[in-house]
Structures are given as C-alpha cells and as structure tokens.
C-alpha cells in the first residue's frame, strides 16, 4: 500500500526487506557462512542488471528504461556502493518511479522539515527505499549474530572500537551502523551522538599503532579465530591486524604463512606476554598486513610446532575479499558466481 506518511513508508520498507529475505532463506545462508549481506549477489540472483561505473553527483539510479536496471557509482568506498545498490533494489521491489540518487537522497542529509518537504514532493518513496536499504543490510539478526560470534555484549555497543569492527562485519559505514543500533534501542541517543563524535581516522591511527599508511581512507580489521568460518569482505586499500594467543612455551607457533600466500604484505609482528610477566607464555601476537588487490582467497591458520607442522592443537579458516570497492564492471559477486560455475 502506498505510503501517505514517514511511518507507513518505514514499514513498507522493513516489510519488503523481511519478506527478501526470507524468500532467499538469507538467515540461513549467512549462518552456513557468517559474512555481511552480500548485496550484489542479490540482485545477480534477481537477475536484475546492474551497472558500476563514474557517475557525476549522483551516488546511484533505478532505470526502468529499455528495462529495469541499477547504476551505482565507482567513486565512493564499498560501504556506500552497498547502502545505493540495495536502495535503488528497494525502488524496483516496491515498484516505484525511476530515481537519480545523489548523496541527499541516498543518506537521507538535510533537516527534519527539508526530508519533510522532500518526501511529500517524492510520495514517500524516497523513505521507502531507505528504509528497506536499512532493514535488508542491517536486520537485527545480523547484528545479534556477529555480537554472538565476537563475544560483544549490549554494554559493549557505547565503545567506538566495537562499533567500527561490527560496521565492518556488517559492510555497512560507522555512521549507519551507529544510526541503526539506536533505532533497535541498543544504545541511547546520548550514546549516539558520543559515538559520531569520535573521528574514524582516530580509531585507524590506535589500531595502526607506529605504522602510518599513505592514506587513512582505508578501514582497518581485528581478525581474531572468533571470525572462524566467516567471510569477509573489505577493500584494496584496508589493512588487517591479526591477533592471536599463542602458546609460546610449548613450542606451538600460528604459521602465518598463508595470509601471504594469499597475496597480503606483512607490515610487523609482534609478541607480548599476556597474564603479567609469567615466563614462557602465552603470548599475544599481533601481526598486521595489508591487504592488495589479489587478496581473494579461503585462508586456513594453523598453530603448531615448527618440527612437528602435521600436528595443529588449533586452526581457523577464514574466506577474506578485499578486492572491492566495486570497481567498472562486473561486480564481485558476478565474479564469484562465474568462477563457482566454471
Ligand atoms: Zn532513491
């Protein structure tokens, strides 16, 4: 039913992002395979065409001319090409007009009364979009899975550090996410504004420690053996901590090895004792490394001992794509898809 207020919109859209999502049985795919919504495989699977390429001052399109088809800029980091693509999918699903999205309209910026007076200009299909471009990245089951697997706990959700790890499990930007957890009431609006008072670039620089990159446009990931079995999707500028506990004194050692096989630089790695000072361990090891754009790989890390590499006391895989932001073409998930049925 069409929308004739904000509410009514924001309904439809939650609806509508529901209602994919159980018709792809999403939930289930994504506890085979803990990841973000991988929205460009959505609408591969839609069959639905979809175009990445430079557009000028517009973030995105919905075209229904010769036929139903998306536009999603390359210019922006991954994050956003995967709020628009999901927005302009929003459009086709809720069958409204074709829309050329610049930045306003897809991040919904101005004042309460500009988004008013915008949304009874456009019949709410604007708010419609949002809505379900929220509810289809960012459902409350997702992030309820990834506190699970990472061992965040509600409290947990006030510190900036957890916020951005979980916006990047979520493929979402800091900002959304932030905006999200509000709306499920899982932090206050007080919490909120302390939140986006926090400078993502401060949050690179403490995880970075001495190491400055080029740029700090890049994100920057803790992988921990909680991301086992999970798969995660970053950029070509990111950079990875990896950290580990180790059980030194026993000779038992993570083989690291993989990570550059699998086409990441190692940058340092470094030990440091954990429980005070007990000689011998256990240690933690923070490795960090940079991902390129060959970084596409399933990585496996084993602990063993050096002289004994057949007998791991532990192991954990992990499926890392750093290959995005979208680039001109086809989008990753396309690749995926053509790879799996070669
Ligand atoms: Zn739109």
């Not at 994919?20 to 991988?38: F, G, H, M, T």
């Not at 839609?46 to 399109?61: F, M, Q, S, T, Y």
């Not at 210019?75 to 459009?91: C, D, K, N, V, Y």
């Not at 990875?240 to 190692?266: N, Y």
Request: charged share 25%; net charge neutral.
């Amino acid at each position: 039913m069409a929308a004739t207020n904000y509410s009514d919109a924001v309904r439809n859209g939650v609806q509508a992002a529901g209602r994919l999502q159980r018709d792809l049985k999403l939930r289930d795919q994504i506890q085979a395979e803990p990841s973000a919504v991988d929205i460009f495989a959505i609408i591969a699977q839609l069959d639905l065409p979809l175009l990445v390429r430079p557009l000028k001052g517009l973030l995105g399109a919905y075209v229904d001319v010769p036929s139903p088809g998306i536009l999603v800029t390359t210019e922006r980091p991954l994050s956003i090409q995967r709020f628009t693509a999901a927005h302009e999918l929003g459009h086709r699903l809720m069958g409204h007009r074709p829309s050329l999205d610049d930045e306003e309209q897809i991040l919904r910026r101005g004042s309460l009364e500009e988004l008013r007076i915008r949304d009874r200009r456009d019949g709410y299909q604007e708010a419609e979009a949002d809505a379900f471009a929220s509810a289809m990245l960012m459902p409350k089951w997702l992030i309820q899975l990834h506190c699970g697997r990472q061992a965040w706990r509600i409290d947990d959700l006030v510190r900036p550090e957890i916020v951005y790890q979980l916006s990047l499990r979520l493929g979402a930007s800091y900002e959304a996410t932030v905006r999200t957890l509000e709306r499920y009431g899982m932090i206050s609006g007080a919490n909120r504004i302390a939140l986006l008072a926090v400078p993502r670039r401060k949050l690179k620089v403490t995880l970075l420690g001495d190491f400055r990159p080029e740029t700090y446009k890049g994100n920057v990931w803790v992988l921990t053996e909680r991301d086992d079995g999970g798969r995660l999707d970053g950029g070509s500028n990111d950079h990875i901590v990896v950290e580990l506990q180790e059980k030194g004194s026993a000779g038992f050692l993570w083989d690291v090895r993989p990570l550059s096989d699998a086409g990441f630089t190692a940058i340092s790695d470094i030990r440091s004792g954990v429980e005070g000072d007990a000689v011998g361990g256990p240690y933690l090891r923070r490795i960090l490394i940079a991902a390129t754009e060959t970084s596409t790989e399933n990585v496996t890390l084993r602990q063993i001992r050096p002289w004994q590499p057949e007998a791991a006391i532990d192991a954990f895989s992990v499926r890392l794509d750093f290959s995005g932001p979208e680039a001109g073409g086809l989008s990753r998930a396309e690749r995926r898809l053509r790879l799996g049925a070669a």
